[in-house]
């Protein structure tokens, strides 16, 4: 996992990269085939990406329903 450290800059990291996930969900739930799509041009490779959704989970951050395909944003008030 990409962490920010002397070597890996904070923009460069996955830390940084969960928050364009985190808005583009913001609006709406999409399958994860259309965020990323919508988000490939702000990562490097497409397992940045899964990186990113795996934290997200894990932070719960995110919900994904396996019935429909799609992943949304958990909003936690």
Do not use: C, W
Not at 1 to 29: A, C, F, G, W
């Amino acid at each position: 996992m990409l962490v920010p450290n002397k070597v890996i800059r904070y923009d460069d990291s996955i830390i940084n990269k969960m928050t364009v996930i985190l808005e583009n969900l913001s609006h709406q739930e999409e399958s994860i085939k259309e965020l990323f799509f919508n988000t490939q041009s702000h990562f490097d490779e497409i397992d940045e990406f899964i990186y990113s959704l795996d934290v997200l989970f894990l932070l719960d951050a995110i919900a994904v329903d396996f019935n429909k395909g799609v992943v949304s944003y958990v909003n936690q008030n």
